[in-house]
């Protein structure tokens, strides 16, 4: 890790990057990385609008904090990543502590948009008290999903949320532009020139990691913390990974993609009952010449004239017999 923040530094001067560890065990502590290029558009290009939010890592070790940017397209604009052990009070503290200076530079008011969990509004109230701190609806309501669950409440929790009507809304801007021509005014924000602006800059890639150079002092790698339970076999693979090869056969038709279970049969017909009873759906099998032949209805490659049974003769002709021998 302090090689990789080194080679950063060297790549994209400016940039405020750091690497932190315990002088006691030597080990690990934190990293932040906030590119100037990044933080140059932001100020420039971008509203004064940060997300705050927490992500866990695929690896051995911690998860991210990370600050995010709205440009003037409402597309996400990451302005800092923050690598950090646990996400607690104190880790939002150090993180919104080294960002501050810096997002105290834009010229309008900060807006912070977060959930509720873990210190994160007490890290923002006691780092920015004069900017608003708003909250996604969307993760509140999760949160509470998990101990208040339900239809009804989360509908009664959207719609309370959402208390606008999309016609009504559309007709009420109409007429307000036509009364009020000054709010026809366009944000700055929304200006080609400043979308422009906030992506001028790049951030330069590092040179490979066999020619790195080797850090100042010593960085231990921090202690493995495993969770409770039985370690997972498998690791969990994304949307767009490949699978192992083992794709699912359906026993009824043999084609692949589902099973036997989720096996919807075109040839499916519907039986009507009567005696006031539901319909009773019957799945006939794609290929009824085994149950032909059985049958004594045809023989293989004969079409679907019938022929004699042996079978229900003989059963017929001794039926008839031990009824002669019962009188």
Not at 130 to 147: A, D, G, L, Q, T
Not at 197 to 221: D, G, L, M
Not at 283 to 300: A, L, M, N, W, Y
Request: aromatic share 12%; net charge positive.
């Amino acid at each position: 890790m302090t090689s990789l923040t080194i080679e950063l530094l060297t790549a994209n001067p400016g940039s405020i990057i750091g690497c932190s560890r315990d002088d006691a065990t030597l080990q690990w502590t934190e990293t932040m990385v906030m590119f100037k290029e990044s933080y140059d558009g932001w100020l420039k290009g971008c509203r004064p609008v940060l997300g705050l939010d927490g992500r866990f890592l695929k690896g051995k070790y911690g998860g991210v904090c990370l600050s995010i940017g709205l440009d003037g397209n409402n597309g996400l604009f990451p302005v800092a990543t923050y690598f950090y052990r646990s996400e607690c009070y104190n880790t939002w503290n150090t993180f919104l502590q080294a960002l501050q200076p810096w997002l105290d530079q834009h010229d309008a008011k900060l807006t912070f948009i977060s959930d509720r969990q873990k210190g994160l509004i007490k890290a923002v109230i006691d780092n920015f008290n004069h900017c608003n701190h708003s909250f996604c609806f969307r993760h509140m309501y999760k949160n509470s999903k998990k101990i208040y669950r339900g239809i009804h409440l989360e509908k009664l929790s959207w719609n309370a949320a959402r208390t606008y009507i999309t016609i009504d809304k559309d007709n009420f801007l109409a007429k307000l532009g036509e009364d009020h021509l000054s709010t026809r005014y366009c944000s700055e924000y929304h200006w080609v020139s400043t979308y422009m602006k906030a992506y001028a800059s790049a951030v330069y890639p590092i040179a490979y990691v066999t020619s790195w150079v080797k850090p100042p002092r010593e960085f231990r790698s921090p202690p493995l913390l495993r969770l409770t339970g039985r370690p997972r076999k498998s690791r969990i693979k994304d949307e767009d990974e490949l699978t192992n090869g083992s794709t699912r056969r359906c026993g009824k038709c043999g084609h692949y993609g589902y099973n036997k279970k989720t096996y919807k049969s075109p040839s499916a017909t519907y039986k009507v009952v009567h005696n006031n009873k539901k319909l009773i759906r019957v799945d006939i099998p794609r290929s009824q010449e085994k149950i032909k032949v059985k049958f004594g209805f045809s023989t293989p490659g004969q079409g679907s004239e019938p022929r004699p049974s042996t079978t229900t003769s003989q059963t017929t002709q001794t039926c008839r017999i031990n009824s002669t021998k019962d009188f």
